[in-house]
């Protein structure tokens, strides 16, 4: 450490001085990156003093591109580029390419929280991976992959979500919320094409409600082996990841019995199952 440092030179982070810092580590000359990414070298030049304000999606892949095939940039390398050029993840990643971001060590820790309820999910109520509680409060859930999916089109969600219709209204009022931030379009109309199939979610849909989580933390489960209810306190975190930031979450629900009040009717639970 420099001694008697004047800390008023420290520099907050910018597109322009991590983009030289990228380039000077490849031994690359501003010449022969602007060159192969189809920009000038006065531009490269500007952008890396500060002098321009964002460069466009483009822009920015074509430098990406070239400076990765160099040598290849780390996946928070490319993520804070990204981030400093206005250009965070604007779309939203499949599925499966999450699902290669759940390593071994994270399915492991899934099973420490039995017999607490525990999974992985997106942001769109897609589940990546889950804990055997999990799977067994919600039957078929891991098959259907989406809860909205479960919850409309499974008959096993109406049997066990105590408060189903008020469940599928949240979910339905979330879903508003989570594609006005998103600005995928071609995932969000895609999704909504096969939801519209069924007649509760239009008319849920066409309240014009938008939510931003769950109003409140706990979850009424039916228990159809015990015939009781289970009240599980929800909780969700953010789980890191640099390829897919603010995608992935961890569900964490811990389970306590309803009051007695609440005992489900075990003919009723017979009478479901056979229907």
């Known amino acids: 450490m420099k001694p008697n440092r004047d800390f008023d030179d420290l520099r907050p982070p910018t597109f322009g001085l991590l983009l030289r810092k990228l380039r000077d580590a490849r031994s690359v000359s501003r010449e022969r990156l602007a060159f192969n990414a189809g920009v000038s070298a006065s531009y490269i030049s500007h952008l890396e003093k500060g002098d321009r304000g964002h460069p466009t999606r483009e822009v920015v892949d074509a430098l990406l591109r070239y400076l990765d095939r160099i040598d290849p940039l780390s996946a928070v390398e490319r993520r804070h580029l990204l981030d ?15 699902r290669t971001e759940i ?71 979330w879903l508003r919320g989570l594609i006005a931030g998103s600005g995928d379009t071609a995932w969000s109309l895609e999704f909504l094409s096969e939801l519209g199939r069924f007649g509760l979610f239009r008319e849920m849909w066409d309240e014009g409600i ?66």
């Open 84 to 98: 400093l050029a206005g250009l965070g993840v604007t779309d939203f990643p499949t599925v499966e390419q999450l």
């Open 103 to 173: 390593t071994e060590d994270m399915r492991r820790a899934l099973d420490l929280h039995e017999p607490n309820l525990a999974a992985y999910v997106d942001t769109r109520w897609n589940v990546l991976a889950c804990n055997a509680s999990y799977a067994q409060a919600f039957p078929g859930l891991q098959q259907d992959v989406n809860i909205l999916r479960w919850l409309l089109g499974n008959p096993l969600a109406r049997e066990v979500m105590k408060d189903w219709e008020e469940e599928v209204r949240v979910t339905v009022h």
């Open 210 to 275: 938008a939510a931003y989580g769950r109003p409140r933390s706990i979850m009424h489960l039916n228990d159809t082996i015990a015939g009781r209810c289970r009240a599980i306190a929800v909780q969700m975190f953010s789980v890191f990841s640099a390829a897919y930031p603010n995608q992935i979450q961890i569900f964490l629900g811990i389970p306590t019995w309803c009051s007695d009040a609440e005992i489900l009717d075990p003919g009723h639970l017979r009478m479901t199952r056979d229907d």
